[in-house]
T-cell receptor, first 114, second 110 residues
């Protein structure tokens, strides 16, 4: 299996622009998680899905952030409009229910908003 | 807070020595997991210990769990330079989400 795939790996954008991060989970996994990692705040859970349905989005910082999972093999995290404080590494992870909850992380997208 | 909190924040040892990291948490758990993150990479699952287990081994890793004290420890024996990374504990409650702590940054000096 190719593992969790994220794109792009790096994104540099200007403040006010829309940013879309993409994730392909491991085939057969029914949970998908979006995290944000910064030096100041560590690794934060933003939102997670089960069977394509958002279960908990309490970690989404503001209305500028939105996430979708239109099917079992694809999810997006969108920031509109982006701000410099959104600069971080965004990780997607997936897991399989009944497995104990081990999460498999993608390589991350490093977002820089100037 | 539901997250695990690792201690120490940073640890530097010589190659061949053992490294011990601790984790404390506050809620009841189903299991507790440890992850490693190499610089610039995503987290990698290392080991899972269930709430009814007290100790578990995997290669050079040894994990203990004390649910009465709500704490866990990760021991890496005979450390190698390649073990240099950040280590996170992830206590899992009845839900399916994790709240990672800030991790322990381990440096193994060759």
């Amino acid at each position: 299996d190719a593992g969790v795939i994220q794109s792009p790996r790096h994104e540099v954008t200007e403040m006010g622009q829309e940013v879309t991060l993409r994730c392909k989970p491991i085939s057969g996994h029914d949970y998908l998680f979006w995290y944000r990692q910064t030096m100041m705040r560590g690794l934060e859970l933003l939102i997670y899905f089960n069977n394509n349905v958002p279960i908990d989005d309490s970690g989404m910082p503001e209305d500028r952030f939105s996430a979708k999972m239109p099917n079992a093999s694809f999810s997006t995290l969108k920031i509109q409009p982006s701000e410099p404080r959104d600069s971080a590494v965004y990780f997607c992870a997936s897991s399989l229910s009944g497995s104990g909850g081990e999460q498999y992380f993608g390589p991350g997208t490093r977002l820089t908003v100037t | 807070s539901q997250q695990g909190e690792e201690d120490p924040q940073a640890l530097s040892i010589q190659e061949g020595e053992n490294a011990t990291m601790n984790c404390s948490y506050k809620t009841s758990i189903n299991n507790l997991q440890w992850y490693r993150q190499n610089s610039g990479r995503g987290l990698v699952h290392l080991i899972l210990i269930r709430s009814n287990e007290r100790e578990k081994h995997s290669g050079r890793l040894r994990v203990t769990l004390d649910t009465s004290k709500k704490s866990s420890s990760l021991l890496i024996t005979a450390s190698r330079a390649a073990d240099t990374a950040s280590y996170f504990c992830a206590p899992r409650n009845t839900g399916n989400q994790f709240y990672f702590g800030t991790g322990t940054s381990l440096t193994v000096i060759p």
